[in-house]
């Protein structure tokens, strides 16, 4: 039980995708509502799609599923058939089996697990025997799922047999695969119509997707259903509520569901022995497609206008989300975004990134190879609450949000989604599903222009990035970091303003001692840390007031900033930190440079040549004088 800040929480956890779906959606609130009348605190974990394919995308949403924490869980829950990825689930069921955690599966046999199935077969039989003998039809057309389909092909069978049993011989014309959804059935329709057999009598459909499509087709062409034909489907589905002629079709009872998969927990927790397969019945539901029931104007009147009022609201929302996209665009930083997000998002909501998400070396030890070990809360809002902050809030990804511990106090249930840009894992979004105003389209629809806005946001400053960095490389010379010439001219304008402080501005030209000497001698290499050696000296030298430059080869540049005493002030400091390195760098040879300087008299907005050629003729001056004191020898 996880431990919260005045109570102790069992919490379930619920593994699906594509919470759009009615069915989808059914399970889950049926599971959630039988959880929280046992104490249950619930955490949903969900793609937005479907992880059948597997591509770029799927591999993004697929990563919501390793925030998946068994320690944090007391009961697991898996609805496979919504995943579509057997590997994926495969893995969640190991992983929760190795932590000895109670895991019951729903709509998929998955070996070794509580499972829960629908019989599908039983009520599918009957809706095809109500056709074939309540009906009396003779001539009856059938269109299945998806050809060698385990759940289509069943369906087949049924109708075969029962065909078989009432004496009707089975036509191969009679039968298409419509694969589940619109486009494929037409196609199965315009081979029914061009079939030379006589018109059907009804059409049955192994879902009402099918259905809907059989009956549309049929009105465009001036059948009626159910006058001219009778079309039934199977699953129940939402839209199937909005169509006219209601369909008879067969729905699960999904109320049924969540008290057995709390049962089957409850087994596993007191290590009780449990059916492997609990099988719950569809029931058929018959209605106006098959003239049983006659239609309701008023009741198909408030159908069309609830959904009038789901599509005015979906339109809506998508308007808002246009608005919200367009502010976000430019922000700076995520904090600007976060100020934008509290006016579109939803309430109670917490937005979690990798704390490497703007770095250039990723992290390599993460949680679960997903996350980092770390996350970023850089949005937390509570109500009328919200906390944003520029460093956010960071927090161990095992915990999954900050101070869980009091979130739990007043949230029952919380949906966990990714946030990803193709298979680059951002993070993930998480919301407290309450009581109020809640749309899960609506979320999808947030969160899909949120990780647009962060990408967006991640590529511009990466673009800034490197503009700066090529920036800097125009301006700067590569070895040693110093200014380029070009970099010199451009910034030493801006010491210029000193000149008004009482202290002067100086220009030195400096030129290191025999390069020549170890280039040949020691080779290029030694050539080039010497002359990183000379700039680390003027660099050292510096009390923050100078700007030093390789104009090229073995020529630098300084402009500084002091009194009359300046000049042998600095290059006192380069002298001492050139005589430490040669007395302990252990090198062959010695650095030395040879110097000069001038004064600034007047505005450096005239131009520095001038200056920079005084200095150049006393830095030879400096340089002959050194040659003939050593002899025209170098130091070694």
């Not at 793609?47 to 998946?68: I, K, P």
């Not at 998400?357 to 992290?363: F, I, V």
Request: charged share 25%; aromatic share 12%; net charge negative.
């Amino acid at each position: 039980m996880f431990k919260g800040v005045r109570s102790e929480y069992k919490i379930l956890g619920i593994c699906y995708s594509n919470i759009s779906s009615e069915d989808v959606s059914n399970t889950v609130t049926s599971v959630c509502n039988a959880a929280m009348a046992e104490g249950y605190k619930i955490m949903l974990f969900s793609s937005f799609v479907d992880l059948y394919f597997d591509n770029s995308d799927t591999r993004g949403e697929a990563a919501v599923f390793e925030l998946v924490n068994p320690d944090m869980l007391d009961a697991l829950v898996i609805l496979p058939e919504s995943i579509k990825s057997d590997k994926l689930v495969d893995r969640l069921i190991a992983y929760a089996k190795s932590c000895d955690l109670p895991t019951v599966v729903i709509d998929r046999d998955f070996k070794d697990s509580a499972c829960i199935l629908f019989d599908y077969t039983s009520t599918f039989e009957k809706i095809v025997r109500h056709v074939i003998e309540d009906h009396g039809c003779r001539k009856v057309n059938f269109i299945a799922g998806v050809k060698d389909n385990e759940f289509s092909e069943n369906r087949v069978d049924c109708y075969k047999r029962v065909l078989a049993e009432n004496g009707i011989p089975f036509e191969e014309e009679r039968l298409g695969y419509g694969n589940f959804w619109e486009t494929p059935t037409i196609d199965v329709m315009d081979a029914f119509m061009a079939s030379k057999l006589p018109f059907p009598e009804a059409i049955i459909c192994s879902n009402d997707s099918m259905a809907i499509a059989a009956c549309k087709y049929l009105a465009q062409r001036g059948y009626k259903v159910p006058g001219d034909v009778i079309v039934t489907g199977f699953d129940g589905i939402e839209l199937e509520r909005y169509f006219s002629p209601r369909l008879t079709t067969g729905a699960v009872d999904f109320s049924a569901i969540g008290n057995i998969a709390m049962q089957l927990i409850e087994k596993q927790k007191n290590h009780e022995e449990y059916p492997h397969i609990t099988e719950i019945p569809y029931s058929m539901r018959i209605s106006q497609s098959c003239n049983c029931e006659k239609p309701d104007p008023e009741n198909a009147a408030n159908k069309i206008q609830e959904l009038y009022d789901r599509v005015i609201n979906a339109e809506r929302h998508e308007s808002f989300m246009f608005s919200y996209l367009a502010k976000t665009m430019e922000c700076s930083s995520l904090k600007e975004i976060a100020e934008i997000m509290v006016d579109y998002g939803d309430y109670n909501e917490w937005f979690c990134l990798n704390t490497d998400l703007l770095s250039d070396k990723k992290e390599e030890n993460r949680f679960n190879n997903v996350y980092t070990q770390n996350m970023n809360a850089f949005l937390i809002r509570t109500g009328d609450r919200m906390f944003i902050n520029t460093d956010g809030v960071i927090f161990p990804a095992k915990e999954m949000l900050p101070d869980l511990e009091s979130i739990l106090e007043s949230e029952n249930i919380i949906f966990f989604s990714p946030l990803h840009f193709r298979d680059e894992v951002l993070g993930y979004a998480a919301v407290a599903v309450g009581s109020y105003f809640f749309l899960f389209a609506n979320r999808r629809r947030y969160i899909s222009n949120t990780n647009q806005i962060l990408e967006n946001f991640i590529n511009r400053q990466k673009l800034e990035k490197v503009n700066a960095e090529l920036a800097d490389l125009h301006v700067h010379d590569p070895m040693t970091g110093l200014y380029n010439r070009r970099g010199f001219y451009k910034y030493v304008r801006e010491i210029s303003a000193a000149e008004n402080s009482g202290n002067k501005v100086w220009l030195f030209s400096i030129d290191m001692d025999y390069l020549k000497y170890i280039n040949d001698t020691f080779g290029h290499t030694e050539g080039d840390a010497a002359i990183k050696t000379a700039a680390n000296a003027l660099i050292y030298a510096c009390c923050g007031k100078e700007i030093c430059a390789r104009f090229g080869g073995d020529e630098f540049a300084v402009a500084g900033i002091g009194g009359d005493g300046y000049p042998e002030e600095y290059m006192g400091r380069v002298k001492a930190y050139l005589d430490e390195f040669n007395i302990s760098g252990g090198k062959p040879y010695k650095v030395g440079m040879s110097c000069g300087w001038a004064e600034v008299t007047g505005s450096l907005a005239n131009g520095i040549d001038e200056f920079i050629r005084t200095a150049d003729a006393r830095m030879y001056e400096d340089k002959r004088r050194r040659k003939s004191v050593r002899g025209q020898k170098p130091e070694v």
